[in-house]
């Protein structure tokens, strides 16, 4: 929707196109760095990953105490809020007691997790950032109250805007991690086997990391099992490793799909089913699922297992930033070599150096000494 776009919005876009050219197609929605993060004992919000990204990005990360909902009680009332003016109006809805709950709940359609994000992300845009409040005044004009999207106005006026997009190492040091040893075979999550050639000064050695029992660092994608990255602790940078059996299945796929095909083996009779048996489960699944029902006189797919294709499609149709995957020639073949536009090799070509420009900190320009 036009209305819903950054150029129809009271934020200085305009200013800030010659800065980063991805506003001028961007939603209506300011995007801030917090300096601090301050939020409860959820699973999601103290886990390993969580506090990782807040270290990779240099945020503070302060948990409050437990059931102490006093300690933040601005993001109580803006969940209250959210609650009210959105959660509510969706079917489904529980409500926070059963005092407050409807009749009959349990037989009302329900809308996706996808579908529910996107009308967050509109109704974000449309209502909560176009809504004055009395948590948003100006010293200078005391009786008046103020948007979000006029206050971040406001602010970029005072201290400026600075352009931060990630880098492919940055979008792979925010997936999730796990820590596992680099045998001979290569390294071995869920039952899928990943090797590369690189991984070979790193097999059976260790990684210098005495406090995770001298395993090495794994990132991974849920939502891709294709590919793993492996920090080398040694030289610095990630290695991308890819599945043994890789190309196997027809399209990406996520941890979804291989723990459900793997347990829908297991109650067939497969005690143990095998990596190959698992991939070949999880192609057949995808395969029965976008094929829809049949007038063959075949079983058509379980609601389990529709459920579970029509997540995995929707995660390999881009849902947002993905991290980079390396690009891999087939297997026999090396493919030419680059040339230039004027034929030659491109190979031969020297590459310069690339030194990126860092970004200003007046904290740390205050403690130079001149």
């Not at 886990?47 to 059931?67: D, G, K, V, W």
């Not at 109006?89 to 037989?107: K, M, N, S």
């Not at 045998?183 to 991984?199: A, Q, T």
Request: proline residues 9%; hydrophobic residues 35%; neutral net charge.
């Amino acid at each position: 929707m036009d209305a819903l776009k950054m150029s129809r919005s009271v934020l200085p876009h305009r200013r800030l196109l010659s800065l980063d050219e991805r506003l001028e197609h961007a939603a209506a929605r300011p995007l801030i760095i917090p300096e601090t993060i301050v939020c409860d004992r959820g699973k999601a919000f103290i886990s390993e990953n969580f506090r990782s990204a807040c270290r990779t990005l240099e945020i503070n990360f302060q948990p409050c105490h437990l059931r102490s909902p006093a300690e933040k009680p601005h993001i109580e009332r803006s969940l209250e809020s959210v609650a009210t003016l959105f959660c509510q109006f969706l079917p489904g809805y529980l409500g926070r007691t059963a005092e407050h709950r409807g009749r009959r709940i349990e037989d009302e359609p329900l809308w996706s997790m996808q579908e529910i994000q996107e009308f967050l992300d509109e109704w974000l845009v449309a209502k909560w950032q176009n809504r004055r409040h009395d948590g948003l005044r100006d010293p200078g004009s005391p009786g008046r109250t103020f948007t979000p999207n006029e206050k971040y106005a406001s602010l970029v006026e005072s201290a400026g805007y600075i352009p931060l997009a990630f880098a492919g190492d940055e979008y792979v040091e925010l997936l999730p991690a796990t820590w596992r040893a680099v045998n001979s075979y290569g390294v071995k999550i869920n039952h899928r086997i990943y090797d590369c050639p690189e991984l070979g000064p790193l097999r059976r050695q260790p990684s210098g990391v005495t406090r995770k029992r001298d395993l090495w660092e794994v990132h991974r994608d849920p939502y891709d099992a294709n590919w793993i990255w492996v920090r080398n602790h040694r030289e610095g940078g990630w290695i991308p490793v890819p599945w043994k059996h890789l190309g196997s299945v027809s399209q990406p796929f996520g941890d979804l799909a291989w723990d459900h095909a793997a347990a829908d083996l297991r109650q067939r009779g497969e005690s143990d089913p095998t990596e190959e048996q698992i991939a070949q489960a999880v192609t057949e699944l995808l395969t029965r699922a976008s094929q829809g029902p049949s007038g063959d006189g075949k079983a058509r797919p379980s609601r389990r297992d529709r459920r579970v294709a029509a997540r995995t499609r929707a995660a390999a149709e881009n849902p947002g930033p993905r991290p980079p995957q390396p690009e891999t020639a087939p297997a026999g073949t090396d493919g030419p070599p680059p040339h230039d536009e004027e034929g030659g090799d491109a190979r031969d070509e020297p590459v310069a150096k690339v030194i990126p420009l860092g970004v200003f900190d007046p904290f740390k320009e205050a403690d130079k000494r001149w």
